[in-house]
C-alpha cells in the first residue's frame, strides 16, 4: 500500500503542472533574468579594471610624469589598471560625455572634470593628490635642507609596499550571488504547496477526499509517509534540476557539491514540512491555505535577499535570531558558508537547525491531524 | 451600458489583488526612495570602510590610523577572527580589515616595514584600490620625511600641510545619480503589468467563456457595443490603477507635481498603460484560467523588468541584454523616462519617439491579440 500511495503521489504531481510550474520553471526563469541582468554586475560595478583616464596637456606640463603615474598602477598578474590617454581638450570633453573615459584630467595643475562620484574617480584623483602632496613635500625638505633632498630622492617614488594584501577565502565575494542563493531557498520553500495539499487532502472536515480516505482501511500515517516520501523525491529531482541549470548558466555555487546537494534536500524537507503545518490548520479553505503559504514563503525569502540585497544583512545586525530560525535564511547561509568558508561548523549549524525545524513542524502537524474523528462533515 | 456595468461588478472581485500590488509597491518604494541619495553638484571623496586593529600602538602606528580615520570611515566592532572579517567584507559592512603587527613602528624608522602591515580585503575591488593607494601613500611620505631626519611628529604635521595640495575636481552632471522621481516612475512598467494582468485579464476571460459569449452574442445587443464597452471599461480601469502613483508623486515627492516634467512622466506612463492593457488581452485570448495568467505575468512582468532596466539601471546591463531590450516596450519606456530626468522637456525628440515605440508595441500586441482570438474562436467552434 506505501508504494501504491507514493506511486500515485508522483503522478498526481507530474500532472498537477502549477506547483512544477513554482517550484522548477519560474526559479529558472527568474534565475535566467537575474543571471542576465546581475551576473556581470560586480565586475562593472566594483572591480577596478580597465580606468580609462583622458589626458589633456597643458603649458606647465607633468603630462609625461602623470602617464607615467598612472601607468605604474599594476594589478596582481603586473596588468596596467589604468590607461591614460592623451587627448585635445575637445575630444576629452567629448570622450567623457560619451561615457569612453571616466576622467579627463589637465596636465598643468592636475585639475580633474568627471561626471561620476565614485570609488574609480576617487582612487583617480587621490592619485593626482598624492603627486601634488609629494611635490610640496619635497619642496619642503628643500627648503629646510636642500642637501637632504638628494637622499632621500631615490626613495620617494620607489617601490615600497607596507602592506601584504589578504584575501580572506578562494571563494566568490560576489554579493550578487545572494539572490540566486534566495532563489534556491523560494524553491525549496516552495515545496510547501504540495505537502499543503496532500494534508489537507487527508482531513475529512475540509476536503471531499479526506472524507474518502477517512473511511478506507489505509491508516493515515501510511498515507501521509508514503506522500512525503514521493513529494521528498520530486522536490529534490526538481532542486537538483534547478541546480544543474545555475551551474551551467554560470552561477557561481562554489566547488562543495556533495554538501549543496545535502543542502538542497534539507531545503526540501524544510519546504514540505512547512506546507504539512499548514495544511493541517483546521476550518480554512484550500484556497486559503495556499496564500499563507504563498506569503510566508515569499516573505521569507525576501527576508533572505531575494528581492533586496543587503536585507538579510541588516536584519543580521538588528536581530539576529530571525536569521537564527528563517529558513530560508538558513538556506542562503548554508550556500554562503560553503562558498567563502574553509570549514563546516556553520554550515552543520544552519543543517541541523533545519532538520530540527523541519521535525518540530511535521511533529506539531502530526498532533493536530492525528485521531480525528468526524461525527459528520 | 451593460456590458460596461457588468465589467465593473466583477472587477470589485478584484479589488483585492490591486491592493495587494499596490501595497507591494508602495513598500518597495519607500525602501528605494529612503535609500536613495540627493543630487549633488560638488564633488566630495569617496570614504572606504574599514576596521583596524593596532597591535603596534606606536606613534607611528597611532599616525597611519588617526590619518585613516580622518579620510575614510571607520568601522568599530569587528574582531580579529577569520570569519567575522569575512562575513564584515562579504557583506559590505567594511571593505578593508587592517592589522597593525607589533614592532612595525620601530620596523620603519629602521627601514625594513615593507610588507608589515596585513589588509584583508577583495582584492581587485575599486575599494581596496582606492584604501591601499592612500594608505601606502600615506606611509611613503611618513618613512620619506623620517629618512630625511624628521621625527614622527614633524612628519605628521608636513603631511597635514601637504593635505592643502589636492586636485581640483569639477562634477559635469552626475551619470549614476537619478532623481526619486524618476525612481518612482522607472518602476512602473512591473507593477502597471502585474496589475492589470491580473485584474484585467480574468474578467476578460469570463466574457470569453462560450456559453456566455454565445449568450451574448445571440442577444439583441450589438456586438460592437459589447466590444466598445468592454474597451472602455479596460481603458478606465487602466487609468484608475495609475491614479495612486500619479498621487504617490504628488505626496511623497511635493514639489515636482505641476512642472512640465512630471506632465511628461505621467504622458510615458500612460502609453504604457496602453501596452499593459494590450499584453493583458492577449494573455486573456491565450490562458486557460487565472492560474495560467499569474504565471504568464510574472513571467512576462519580471522578465521585462530585469532586461529592459527597471530592476538594474541600464548603465550596468550588458551590450547584449542591452539589443535583447529593444525588443520590449518596458525598455523604450524605460529611455523616456531617462530623456525626461536628463533634458526635461529638451530633446523632445527622443521622449516622443519612445512614446512612439511604445505605441506601437501596443498596436502590434493589439493585432497579435485579434489574430490569436480569431484562431482560438475558430477551433471552440
Known amino acids: 500500500m506505501f508504494f501504491h500511495n507514493f506511486k500515485y503521489c508522483i503522478k498526481t504531481m507530474i500532472n498537477g503542472k502549477v506547483t512544477l510550474f513554482w517550484t522548477l520553471i519560474f526559479p529558472i526563469a527568474l534565475a535566467t533574468f537575474m543571471y542576465m541582468a546581475m551576473g556581470n554586475l560586480m565586475e562593472k560595478d566594483e572591480m577596478f579594471k580597465d580606468v580609462k583616464v583622458a589626458l589633456v596637456e597643458q603649458e606647465t606640463d607633468n603630462s609625461l610624469m602623470l602617464t607615467t603615474l598612472f601607468s605604474s598602477i599594476k594589478g596582481e598578474n603586473d596588468e596596467a589598471l589604468i590607461e591614460p590617454e592623451v587627448m585635445d581638450e575637445q575630444e576629452a570633453q567629448a570622450a567623457l560625455n560619451n561615457d569612453e573615459v571616466c576622467a579627463v584630467i589637465y596636465s598643468g595643475d592636475c585639475h580633474m572634470d568627471t561626471r561620476d562620484e565614485n570609488y574609480k574617480t576617487s582612487t583617480v584623483k587621490n592619485i593626482l593628490d598624492q603627486y601634488l602632496q609629494n611635490s610640496y613635500m619635497y619642496k619642503k625638505i628643500a627648503e629646510d635642507d636642500p642637501d637632504k633632498l638628494s637622499e632621500i630622492l631615490g626613495s620617494m617614488w620607489g617601490d615600497t609596499v607596507f602592506y601584504t594584501e589578504e584575501a580572506t577565502t578562494d571563494g566568490s565575494q560576489d554579493r550578487y550571488n545572494n539572490y540566486f542563493f534566495a532563489i534556491f531557498a523560494m524553491s525549496c520553500l516552495f515545496a510547501s504547496f504540495s505537502s499543503l495539499y496532500t494534508t489537507h487532502n487527508i482531513q475529512g472536515n475540509v476536503s471531499a477526499l479526506g472524507m474518502r480516505r477517512n473511511i478506507s482501511a489505509t491508516g493515515k500515517l501510511m498515507i501521509v509517509c508514503a506522500e512525503y516520501a514521493a513529494m521528498l523525491m520530486v522536490h529534490f529531482v526538481v532542486e537538483l534540476i534547478t541546480l544543474l541549470y545555475m551551474k551551467l548558466l554560470g552561477v557561481d555555487i562554489g566547488h562543495k557539491y556533495p554538501a549543496v546537494v545535502l543542502t538542497l534536500f534539507v531545503g526540501c524537507m524544510i519546504g514540505l514540512a512547512m506546507g504539512v503545518i499548514i495544511g493541517s490548520i483546521r476550518n480554512i479553505g484550500v484556497g486559503g491555505k495556499i496564500g499563507i503559504a504563498v506569503g510566508v514563503s515569499m516573505v521569507l525569502s525576501v527576508m533572505a535577499d531575494l528581492c533586496v540585497s543587503g536585507l538579510k544583512n541588516m536584519i543580521e545586525m538588528k536581530c539576529p535570531v530571525i536569521n537564527r530560525i528563517n529558513p530560508a535564511a538558513l538556506i542562503t547561509d548554508c550556500f554562503y558558508t560553503l562558498n567563502v568558508y574553509d570549514n563546516y561548523n556553520r554550515f552543520t549549524k544552519d543543517i541541523v537547525t533545519l532538520v530540527i525545524e523541519s521535525v518540530l513542524l511535521v511533529a506539531v502537524s502530526i498532533l493536530i491531524v492525528r485521531r480525528n474523528k468526524y461525527a459528520s462533515v | 451600458?451593460?456590458?460596461?456595468?457588468?465589467?465593473?461588478?466583477?472587477?470589485?472581485?478584484?479589488?483585492?489583488?490591486?491592493?495587494?500590488?499596490?501595497?507591494?509597491?508602495?513598500?518597495?518604494?519607500?525602501?528605494?526612495?529612503?535609500?536613495?541619495?540627493?543630487?549633488?553638484?560638488?564633488?566630495?571623496?569617496?570614504?572606504?570602510?574599514?576596521?583596524?586593529?593596532?597591535?603596534?600602538?606606536?606613534?607611528?602606528?597611532?599616525?597611519?590610523?588617526?590619518?585613516?580615520?580622518?579620510?575614510?570611515?571607520?568601522?568599530?566592532?569587528?574582531?580579529?577572527?577569520?570569519?567575522?572579517?569575512?562575513?564584515?567584507?562579504?557583506?559590505?559592512?567594511?571593505?578593508?580589515?587592517?592589522?597593525?603587527?607589533?614592532?612595525?613602528?620601530?620596523?620603519?624608522?629602521?627601514?625594513?616595514?615593507?610588507?608589515?602591515?596585513?589588509?584583508?580585503?577583495?582584492?581587485?575591488?575599486?575599494?581596496?584600490?582606492?584604501?591601499?593607494?592612500?594608505?601606502?601613500?600615506?606611509?611613503?611620505?611618513?618613512?620619506?620625511?623620517?629618512?630625511?631626519?624628521?621625527?614622527?611628529?614633524?612628519?605628521?604635521?608636513?603631511?597635514?600641510?601637504?593635505?592643502?595640495?589636492?586636485?581640483?575636481?569639477?562634477?559635469?552632471?552626475?551619470?549614476?545619480?537619478?532623481?526619486?522621481?524618476?525612481?518612482?516612475?522607472?518602476?512602473?512598467?512591473?507593477?502597471?503589468?502585474?496589475?492589470?494582468?491580473?485584474?484585467?485579464?480574468?474578467?476578460?476571460?469570463?466574457?470569453?467563456?462560450?456559453?456566455?459569449?454565445?449568450?451574448?452574442?445571440?442577444?439583441?445587443?450589438?456586438?460592437v457595443n459589447i466590444n466598445k464597452e468592454l474597451l472602455l471599461a479596460v481603458i478606465i480601469t487602466g487609468l484608475g490603477v495609475c491614479v495612486p502613483y500619479v498621487m504617490m508623486d504628488g505626496i511623497m515627492l511635493r514639489d515636482n507635481l505641476l512642472t512640465v516634467q512630471s506632465g511628461l512622466y505621467m504622458a510615458n506612463m500612460l502609453v504604457y498603460m496602453l501596452v499593459a492593457v494590450n499584453i493583458a488581452f492577449l494573455f486573456s485570448k491565450v490562458a486557460a484560467n487565472d492560474q495560467v495568467v499569474s504565471m504568464l505575468s510574472n513571467i512576462v512582468g519580471l522578465g521585462m523588468a530585469f532586461l529592459s532596466g527597471v530592476f538594474v539601471p541600464m548603465q550596468y546591463l550588458g551590450a547584449g541584454v542591452i539589443r535583447v531590450a529593444h525588443f520590449l516596450p518596458a525598455y523604450w519606456y524605460v529611455i523616456a523616462c531617462e530623456n525626461i530626468y536628463k533634458n526635461g522637456s529638451g530633446k523632445f525628440g527622443v521622449t516622443l519617439q519612445a512614446m512612439g515605440v511604445q505605441v506601437l508595441f501596443a498596436v502590434a500586441i493589439f493585432m497579435i491579440t485579434l489574430v490569436v482570438g480569431k484562431n482560438k474562436k475558430s477551433i471552440q467552434n
Open chain 2, 1 to 223: 451600458m451593460q456590458v460596461f456595468k457588468s465589467y465593473f461588478k466583477i472587477l470589485r472581485r478584484y479589488v483585492g489583488q490591486v491592493l495587494m500590488w499596490l501595497g507591494i509597491f508602495i513598500g518597495m518604494m519607500m525602501i528605494i526612495l529612503n535609500v536613495s541619495s540627493e543630487e549633488k553638484t560638488e564633488y566630495t571623496d569617496k570614504q572606504c570602510l574599514f576596521a583596524c586593529v593596532d597591535h603596534d600602538g606606536s606613534d607611528i602606528s597611532k599616525e597611519l590610523t588617526a590619518y585613516l580615520s580622518e579620510h575614510h570611515e571607520r568601522v568599530a566592532g569587528i574582531d580579529e577572527d577569520k570569519e567575522s572579517v569575512q562575513d564584515a567584507l562579504y557583506n559590505r559592512n567594511i571593505h578593508c580589515y587592517l592589522v597593525i603587527p607589533e614592532g612595525f613602528g620601530e620596523a620603519v624608522k629602521a627601514g625594513n616595514a615593507d610588507g608589515m602591515l596585513k589588509l584583508m580585503t577583495i582584492p581587485g575591488t575599486d575599494t581596496a584600490s582606492l584604501f591601499e593607494g592612500d594608505m601606502n601613500g600615506f606611509m611613503q611620505k611618513l618613512s620619506t620625511l623620517m629618512a630625511a631626519g624628521y621625527d614622527e611628529g614633524e612628519a605628521a604635521d608636513i603631511i597635514g600641510d601637504s593635505l592643502k595640495e589636492h586636485a581640483e575636481v569639477k562634477l559635469k552632471g552626475n551619470k549614476s545619480y537619478f532623481s526619486k522621481q524618476e525612481r518612482l516612475y522607472s518602476y512602473i512598467p512591473w507593477i502597471l503589468l502585474m496589475q492589470l494582468a491580473n485584474v484585467i485579464t480574468p474578467i476578460l476571460m469570463i466574457y470569453n467563456k462560450k456559453e456566455l459569449r454565445n449568450r451574448i452574442e445571440c442577444s439583441s445587443y450589438k456586438y
